[in-house]
């Protein structure tokens, strides 16, 4: 069973800094991860999606990397601003019990807060 | 602009009733989940659908039913609502593969 972990869990910054968070994973057998923003008390935001074959992803200020082998993921915020305060969530997406439809797996999530 | 609906932001039920939790996606996608997200357990599955009239378990699907009659509409079902069921659940459909995966706002349930 594919097991998630987000470090830290909690991330409190002062406004432009560049921040790195870490995911790892237990299992390598993956299609492809995904990064997510959840604000409070509202649905998810697909941030980032990198596929198994690729090494990283960038969108805007957004990058995240993959090493598959070693079952991690780390996302790079740079220039933070106030507005990047939210939930970020790391999902490998990977095969579903023998099936051959993958599914998502959550880890629990960085808090992060942006200070002015 | 493409997106997951969820009919109910907020829902109140008793405990014992049937309740019944609607998602709708405009994106033609083939797959669609329901998560229920609570504090300190994160986002778990509950049933997901690779094609109409199918389903499959999640990782927590006890107390669960799932309908899809549509390609658009995935349906959860809670057959007997208890108060272990407060939660705020997750509509989110995908391509296969898991491209263009997109979440509604969710429903917070309140089961008293």
């Known amino acids: 069973k594919q097991e998630v972990t987000q470090i830290p869990a909690a991330l409190s910054v002062p406004e432009g800094e560049n921040l790195v968070l870490n995911c790892s994973f237990t299992?390598?057998?993956?299609?492809?991860l995904q990064w997510f923003r959840q604000d409070p008390g509202k649905g998810l935001t697909s941030l980032l999606l990198?596929?198994?074959?690729?090494r990283e992803q960038t969108s805007g200020r957004l990058n995240a990397s993959l090493d598959k082998s070693s079952g991690r993921s780390t996302l790079y915020i740079a220039a933070s601003q106030p507005g990047d305060s939210a939930t970020y969530l790391c999902?490998?997406?990977?095969?579903?019990?023998?099936?051959?439809?993958?599914?998502?797996?959550f880890g629990q999530g960085t808090i992060l807060t942006v200070h002015p | 602009d493409v997106k997951v609906t969820q009919s109910s932001r907020y829902l109140v039920k008793r405990t014992g009733e049937k309740v019944f939790l609607e998602c709708v996606q405009d994106m033609d996608h083939e797959n669609m989940f329901w998560y229920r997200q609570d504090p300190g357990l994160g986002l778990r599955l509950i049933y997901f659908?690779?094609?109409?009239?199918?389903?499959e378990k999640g990782d927590i699907p006890e107390g669960y039913s799932v309908s899809r009659e549509k390609k658009e509409r995935f349906s959860l079902i809670l057959e007997s609502a208890s108060t272990n069921q407060t939660s705020m659940y997750l509509c989110?459909?995908?391509?296969?593969?898991?491209?263009?995966?997109?979440f509604g706002s969710g429903t917070r349930l309140t089961v008293v």
């Open positions: 990198i596929q198994s074959s690729q």
């Open positions: 299992d390598s057998a993956i299609y492809n």
């Open positions: 999902a490998p997406h990977g095969n579903a019990g023998g099936t051959s439809y993958g599914k998502l797996t």
């Open positions: 659908s690779y094609d109409v009239k199918m389903k």
């Open positions: 989110a459909s995908s391509l296969p593969g898991g491209n263009g995966y997109t």
